[in-house]
């Protein structure tokens, strides 16, 4: 049985043990931190070792006209893709070992020849201390509660603006690589334009439970004051926003009042800052993971089954069971016709009462004022040679123009980085023990 609070405070722990650089500083900046655990169940014992292999932070992801086609540039950097290819980074090493004779924690030979499979007893849970953007941010709001986040229009005056400017997101730096040393925001930048990179936004309305589809304006019902409570304005439905944006070619938000402000259920795209991207949100990334797996393309060559999480715990957050549900794994129940070795795979849904310390409530709850720093992305995964990986603008955090193009620019989870870490393992495999595609 999985203890949300536990893994929640390892993911917490482990984030703390990691050198400063990159980190956000308390009271100004705010950030979100997701995690992959190998859980390993010892044979003829009750022992379950819990080990966080994997962890990223990050809010940001380059608009489509920055993309490499060499695979140069991280192109998403929320914190959830962060630790997915930190710990397909993590697998390779793994099978390197495997593959060399060395012994691995993680994989044993499997009955095809050349293909690898997961010890007995190990596998992956994905923590996310915050509600994954997309489809399952969609949940309904509780009570008296505000959205979660900013509005990308503020409607506030010029004096709470100036006060709210001073708190600042953990963010990477603007999506130029200026010339000096180490790049630098020119322009400053308030919480509403951090939280739009994210997804999400924040407008003022109470709310009921409403996870499903929205009905029809005309059939939508309002909540209204008592009679014997004049003077009090209707309470209006309403649910928690994103501002990851429906694939084009779709069906488009209706963006109605309250609970009819989305459809749910879409595959969405995050909206980044001013240019559209082309990566879709993280919630969609989940769905996809649960059905081709999350050891990527590269490692399916080696493995003779795809690779799951078992779990995904969420952190002390707004949370809606049924929105996870639906938008991890109901959207992906009815997939069939898979090649072998992959499957319909949903993950256990948890969520933990322990929220990150450098989450925005808690960011808000400490506020400091004073000019707040752009902080750039973190990589940390459990490898021997260079374990942390600080990134800004899909590049290495304080790169300089003449370095962009060079290997010293590249982040190591960048599709490139990680490819020339997949032949590596090529060059140790005897030919003989090869999978049969590499032959």
């Known amino acids: 049985m999985v203890d949300p609070d536990e893994i929640a405070k390892l993911c917490y722990e482990r984030f703390q043990q990691l050198p400063r650089r990159g980190k956000p500083e308390p009271g100004r900046e705010w950030t979100l931190l997701a995690a992959v655990l190998r859980i390993t169940r010892r044979a003829n014992s009750d022992t379950v070792e819990k080990e966080v292999v994997s962890l990223g932070t990050g809010t940001k992801c380059i608009g489509q006209t920055a993309m490499s086609p060499s695979g140069e ?102 999506s130029e690589v200026k010339s000096i040393k180490r790049p630098r925001q020119e322009e400053p930048e308030t919480a509403e334009t951090h939280l739009e990179d994210r997804g999400e936004r924040r407008q003022s309305f109470l709310s009921k ?29 309403d649910v928690h926003r994103t501002g990851a944006k429906c694939v084009s070619g779709g069906p488009a938000d209706p963006l109605l009042p309250g609970e009819g402000y989305h459809w749910t259920g879409l595959l969405r795209v995050k909206p980044g800052r001013g240019e559209p991207t082309l990566s879709l949100s993280c919630s969609d990334k ?82 400091q004022a004073g000019q707040g720093r752009i902080s750039p992305s973190i990589s940390w995964c459990n490898v021997p040679e260079q374990p942390l990986d600080v990134t800004a603008n899909g590049y290495k955090h304080g790169v300089t123009r003449k370095a962009l193009g060079t290997a010293k620019a590249r982040s190591l989870l960048c599709k490139l980085e990680l490819f020339h870490s997949f032949l590596s393992v090529v060059a140790a495999t005897e030919p003989a023990a090869l999978p049969p595609p590499l032959r």
């Not at 929205?214 to 439905?237: I, T």
């Not at 060559?301 to 549900?325: D, N």
């Not at 016709?337 to 990150?356: D, I, K, N, T, Y």
């Open 73 to 174: 540039i991280l192109n998403d950097s929320h914190a959830e893709v962060i630790a997915r290819r930190g710990c397909v980074r993590y697998l390779i090493q793994e099978l390197h070992r495997a593959v060399s004779g060395g012994g691995s924690a993680v994989f044993c030979q499997a009955e095809e020849q050349g293909k690898w499979r997961l010890h007995p007893g190990v596998s992956f849970l994905f923590f996310t201390s915050h509600t994954p953007c997309g489809d399952a941010a969609i949940i309904a709001m509780t009570g008296s509660q505000s959205q979660p986040c900013l509005p990308v229009t503020p409607a506030h005056g010029p004096e709470e603006e100036r006060g709210r400017g001073d708190l600042k997101r953990k963010d990477e730096e603007s």
């Open 209 to 237: 439970s409403c996870e499903d589809p929205p009905q029809p304006a005309e059939e939508r019902v309002e909540r209204r004051s008592p009679p014997d409570s004049p003077g009090l304005c209707p309470q209006v439905a």
């Open 286 to 367: 989940l769905a996809r993971w649960g059905v081709l797996g999350f050891q990527g393309a590269l490692l399916s060559l080696y493995l003779q089954e795809a690779l799951y999480y078992s779990t995904v715990v969420v952190g002390g957050v707004p949370y809606s069971q049924e929105a996870m549900t639906r938008a991890l794994v109901t959207r992906c129940s009815c997939v069939s016709a898979l090649p072998a070795g992959f499957s319909v795979c949903p993950p256990q849904l948890l969520q933990s009462s322990l929220e990150f310390p450098f989450s925005q409530a808690q960011t808000e709850l400490h506020h």
